[in-house]
């Protein structure tokens, strides 16, 4: 059975209190598209501010930190988040892998404890320009899948972003045959990893999605939904592309 698609926005390092009448569109925009799970990302500073105009809604963090408390300067844990009303959080994106120089260990430690904390963790995963171009995308892509993926991962607690690094903020994207392959890759990875639960996470897709190539690409198999950077600071870029993702 086809698993409900998740439109999810990332705002990044984007964002003030002058942004709430987007995420207050936004989040009405995801009342009239019931069929679609919708949520953004916020900076953290955003995250109560945005719980409190848009009650409901689904926000997130961009980060959390494993350990529950302690000596961690700037870094947030998940009770933090739950506390100012995420509901789910981003981990491993690829530029906090390459800016934090985070592992997919570093990764996987986040996810567990963002699962055992009831908050949606979403893996982002994606290969580099060079390794596509040295066929090595899949292998690299399923390998971070392995070693990024909590043990006891299940649909409901973590969804996989499949981001390629190159297409981040490029306006570039993989053909439709690419991500296909990649997301069958992926599926048969969570699959061999977790058995028919492998079934029930959602793989979503990141890179330079926009209202003009959403349908497309939201409409390709194993495709469950869309990680949407640039494209949802603003509620006119981001609701076409909620309304891609019906079907
Ligand atoms: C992202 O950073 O998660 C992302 C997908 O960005 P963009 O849509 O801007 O490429």
Same mark, same amino acid.
């Given at each position: 059975?086809?698993?409900?698609?998740?439109?999810?926005?990332?705002?990044?390092?984007?964002?003030?209190?002058?942004?709430?009448?987007?995420?207050?569109?936004?989040?009405?925009?995801?009342?009239?598209?019931?069929?679609?799970?919708?949520?953004?990302?916020?900076?953290?500073?955003?995250?109560?501010?945005?719980?409190?105009?848009?009650?409901?809604?689904?926000?997130?963090?961009?980060?959390?930190?494993?350990?529950?408390?302690?000596?961690?300067?700037?870094?947030?844990?998940?009770?933090?988040?739950?506390?100012?009303?995420?509901?789910?959080?981003?981990?491993?994106?690829?530029?906090?892998?390459?800016?934090?120089?985070?592992?997919?260990?570093?990764?996987? @430690?986040?996810?567990?404890?963002?699962?055992?904390?009831?908050?949606?963790?979403?893996?982002?995963?994606?290969?580099?320009?060079? @390794?596509?171009?040295?066929?090595?995308?899949?292998?690299?892509?399923?390998? @971070?899948?392995?070693?990024?993926?909590?043990?006891?991962?299940?649909?409901?607690?973590?969804?996989?972003?499949?981001?390629?690094?190159?297409?981040?903020?490029?306006?570039?994207?993989?053909?439709?045959?690419?991500?296909?392959?990649?997301?069958?890759?992926?599926?048969?990875?969570?699959?061999?990893?977790?058995?028919?639960?492998?079934?029930?996470?959602?793989?979503?897709?990141?890179?330079?999605?926009?209202?003009?190539?959403?349908?497309?690409?939201?409409?390709?198999?194993?495709?469950?939904?869309?990680?949407?950077?640039?494209?949802?600071?603003?509620?006119?870029?981001?609701?076409?592309?909620?309304?891609?993702?019906?079907?």
């Amino acid at each position: 059975m086809a698993l409900k698609k998740l439109v999810a926005g990332n705002w990044k390092m984007n964002g003030r209190l002058a942004d709430l009448p987007e995420i207050q569109a936004i989040a009405a925009a995801a009342i009239s598209h019931g069929d679609v799970d919708v949520a953004l990302g916020l900076p953290a500073t955003l995250i109560a501010p945005a719980c409190a105009a848009a009650p409901g809604f689904a926000i997130g963090g961009q980060d959390c930190h494993w350990a529950a408390s302690g000596a961690h300067t700037g870094c947030l844990s998940v009770d933090m988040l739950k506390e100012a009303g995420a509901s789910f959080v981003i981990v491993g994106h690829s530029e906090r892998r390459t800016d934090n120089h985070e592992t997919s260990l570093d990764v996987r @430690q986040k996810a567990e404890a963002a699962m055992a904390g009831g908050l949606l963790a979403i893996i982002c995963v994606g290969e580099t320009e060079a @390794q596509r171009d040295a066929g090595d995308a899949v292998s690299v892509v399923t390998e @971070q899948v392995r070693a990024s993926l909590p043990v006891t991962a299940a649909g409901g607690a973590v969804a996989i972003a499949y981001e390629p690094v190159w297409a981040i903020g490029t306006g570039r994207t993989p053909s439709a045959a690419d991500v296909a392959e990649m997301h069958a890759a992926i599926r048969a990875e969570l699959k061999s990893l977790l058995g028919q639960e492998g079934e029930n996470i959602r793989i979503l897709y990141g890179g330079s999605v926009k209202a003009s190539n959403a349908a497309e690409l939201l409409h390709i198999a194993d495709v469950d939904g869309a990680l949407v950077g640039g494209a949802s600071l603003k509620a006119a870029d981001f609701i076409p592309i909620i309304s891609a993702a019906k079907r």
